[in-house]
C-alpha cells in the first residue's frame, strides 16, 4: 500500500500582532517570520513523522518554491512527483497570529492552482488499488483527481480545508474518510439541525473523524465510534494544528495502530504544535509526541 499526497505547498508569511487588523487599519506586528506550509506539505511531513512514508505531488515556482521541496525532503517525504513551474510563483500565505494562537489567513492559490488534467493522469499512472489518495482543498483539477483516483481503486482521504463552495464540484460519494471539524460538517450537511448525524448519513458507507477542539475528536464508521478528548495545552499558534492532527492519524494507522491509539498520538501532535509557532516548523517528531504522552500520563 502507497501513500500519495496530492496537496498545496505554500510560502507562510506570518505576522504576530495583538488583534487581527480591521477595515481601515493601519497595524504593526511585533515579528513576522517565513516559513514552509500549505496544507499539503504540512500534513505530509506529519505523516513522515508519524513514521508513514509518503509521495507528495504538486507544484511549486521555479523561482521560488525549492525551499518548499527541501522542507519535504528534510522530513522524508519523496519529492518526486513534485512540479516545478516557469513563470508561476509557488502558493502562498498571508497569516495574522494573535496572542491566544488564532490566526487569519489569505491565501494566493500560485502553482497550486496550475495543478491540470495532464499532470493527474501521469502521476495516478503509478498508482493503483488500495493505495490511499490524501487530499485537501488548496489545488486545482480535484473533481478530476478523485474521479480518476476512484477509477484506480484507491482509497480517497478528503480533508476539505479550506471549506468553501467548489467543495460541492466534487464527487463526495467516493470519498472513504473525510476527516472535518465541526463547522465543515455543519457545511458539509448544508447546515442541518443535527449536523453530524446529517453528514453521517449522506455518505453511508465512508468513515469520518470530527474534531471539535478544546471538545476533543471522535471516529465514526457505521455502528463504530471511538472518541478521544483533547490534551490541554497554552497555545502560542495554531496553525497547522488540524494538518498535524491528520498526519499522524493517517501514520498511525497506515504504521498498523488501531483507530483509538490513531486519535491518541493525532491529538497530542496537535496539542504539541499549537506551543510553537508556525505550520511545518510546529510538526512535532513522534518521540517528541510519545513523551508529551508519557508525562501526561504522569501527572
Ligand atoms: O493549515 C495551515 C495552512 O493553511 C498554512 O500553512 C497555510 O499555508 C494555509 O494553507
Given at each position: 500500500m502507497k501513500i500519495l499526497n496530492y496537496g498545496s505547498l505554500n510560502l507562510d508569511y506570518a505576522y504576530h500582532l495583538d488583534h487581527f487588523v480591521r477595515a481601515g487599519e493601519t497595524e504593526a506586528s511585533f515579528a513576522r517570520t517565513m516559513a514552509c506550509g500549505g496544507k499539503g506539505l504540512n500534513q505530509s511531513i506529519a505523516l513522515a513523522r508519524a513514521g508513514a512514508s509518503v509521495m507528495h505531488a504538486g507544484a511549486v515556482g521555479k523561482m521560488d518554491g525549492e525551499v518548499l521541496i527541501q522542507a519535504l525532503e528534510e522530513a522524508?517525504?519523496?519529492?518526486?512527483l513534485v512540479r516545478r513551474l516557469e513563470d508561476v510563483p509557488s502558493g502562498s500565505a498571508f497569516i495574522q497570529v494573535i496572542p491566544n494562537g488564532e490566526n487569519a489567513i489569505i491565501l494566493n492559490g500560485g502553482a497550486?492552482?496550475?495543478?491540470t488534467e495532464e499532470d493527474i493522469d501521469r502521476v495516478l499512472a503509478g498508482f493503483g488499488k488500495d493505495d490511499w489518495l490524501l487530499i485537501q482543498?488548496?489545488?486545482?483539477s480535484l473533481p478530476y483527481l478523485m474521479e480518476k483516483a476512484h477509477e484506480a481503486g484507491m482509497k480517497i482521504i478528503l480533508n476539505p480545508s479550506p471549506m468553501n463552495e467548489s467543495i460541492w464540484k466534487m464527487p463526495l460519494e467516493y470519498v472513504d474518510l473525510f476527516l472535518v471539524n465541526e463547522q465543515e460538517a455543519s457545511m458539509l450537511s448544508h447546515?442541518?439541525?443535527d449536523p453530524i448525524r446529517e453528514f453521517t448519513r449522506s455518505y453511508p458507507s465512508a468513515a469520518f473523524v470530527i474534531t471539535r477542539g478544546s471538545k476533543g475528536c471522535t471516529y465514526l464508521h457505521g455502528e463504530e465510534t471511538v472518541s478521544q478528548d483533547a490534551f490541554h495545552v497554552t497555545a502560542v499558534d495554531t496553525t497547522g494544528a488540524g494538518d498535524t492532527f491528520t498526519g499522524f492519524f493517517l501514520g498511525t494507522l497506515a504504521e498498523g495502530g488501531s483507530v483509538q491509539e490513531a486519535l491518541r498520538i493525532a491529538s497530542a501532535a496537535a496539542a504539541v504544535s499549537v506551543?510553537?509557532?508556525g505550520a511545518g516548523s510546529s510538526i512535532p517528531e513522534k518521540e517528541e509526541v510519545l513523551a508529551f504522552l508519557n508525562a501526561d500520563q504522569a501527572k
Open positions: 522524508g517525504v519523496d519529492t518526486s497550486n492552482h496550475a495543478v482543498n488548496e489545488i486545482s447546515h442541518a439541525e506551543t510553537r509557532p
